[in-house]
């Protein structure tokens, strides 16, 4: 079984500043890992996900994360954020090829704070 | 078009009441789930169609019921809920059962009274 921790339930910036948000996850076999973004009162849109191969992952709105597997970590990074980006963001797993890869198991979450 | 639509999006029913929550996505996906997100939780996941078969079931109790009627729809029955059933109860789909790419819908928030 998979399992994700984020290590911050919420992370406050200030607008143009580099944000971090971090995640780790727990797995005996290969994984695929996601983050996802829920403004208020709305679904889950995909930032970003790695299934294979290069370890830097772009996404949209200008967020990058970094799969390292010796450290078992998916953090996600935005070199300078905006207002817009203040949401929940959601780190995510599930198994991998040959896995059970029906299944996402989401951390519980960051919520990221922009201010002006 | 790339939309999962879920209807209504709000609801507020009573503990007797029978009601029914749709979803609807005209990708051509052949997958499609509920889950259930509590307030300031993770969505967690409660079925999977595959097909239009029911493939997983998250042990989730019988007062859900889920439907798939054809490849595009997806509804929810409820019946004899609990306040504690109070949740945003979101739609997903994708091309086949893997999450690689899988597609959200804005969901519907219930509250039992």
């Known amino acids: 079984a998979q399992s994700v921790t984020q290590l911050d339930s919420q992370v406050p910036v200030f607008e143009e500043a580099p944000v971090e948000l971090r995640c780790n996850y727990s797995?005996?076999?290969?994984?695929?890992l996601f983050w996802y973004v829920q403004y208020p009162n709305q679904g889950l849109q995909l930032l970003l996900k790695?299934?294979?191969?290069?370890?830097l992952v772009k996404g949209i709105n200008g967020f990058e994360a970094e799969f390292n597997k010796s450290q078992t970590s998916f953090h996600l990074r935005k070199p300078s954020v905006h207002i817009s980006d203040t949401a929940e963001y959601f780190c995510?797993?599930?198994?991998?090829?040959?896995?059970?890869?029906?299944?996402?198991?989401f951390g519980k979450g960051t919520l990221l704070t922009v201010n002006p | 078009d790339t939309e999962v639509t879920q209807t209504p999006k709000h609801l507020v029913m009573g503990m007797t009441n029978k009601k029914s929550l749709k979803c609807e996505q005209h990708?051509?996906?052949?997958?499609m789930y509920w889950y259930k997100q509590k307030a300031k939780k993770p969505p967690e996941l409660m079925f999977v169609?595959?097909?239009?078969?029911?493939?997983i079931n998250e042990s989730v109790p019988s007062r859900f019921s889920p439907e798939c009627p054809n490849s595009s729809l997806l509804n929810l029955h409820l019946h004899a809920l609990q306040p504690e059933d109070s949740a945003l109860y979101l739609c997903?789909?994708?091309?086949?059962?893997?999450?690689?790419?899988?597609?959200f819908g804005s969901g519907t928030q219930l509250s039992v009274l």
């Open positions: 997903a789909s994708s091309q086949d059962r893997g999450v690689e790419k899988l597609f």
């Open positions: 797995s005996s076999v290969s994984v695929y």
């Open positions: 790695y299934l294979s191969g290069s370890t």
């Open positions: 995510a797993v599930s198994g991998g090829s040959g896995g059970s890869n029906y299944k996402l198991t």
């Open positions: 990708m051509g996906h052949r997958a």
């Open positions: 169609y595959s097909y239009e078969k029911l493939s």
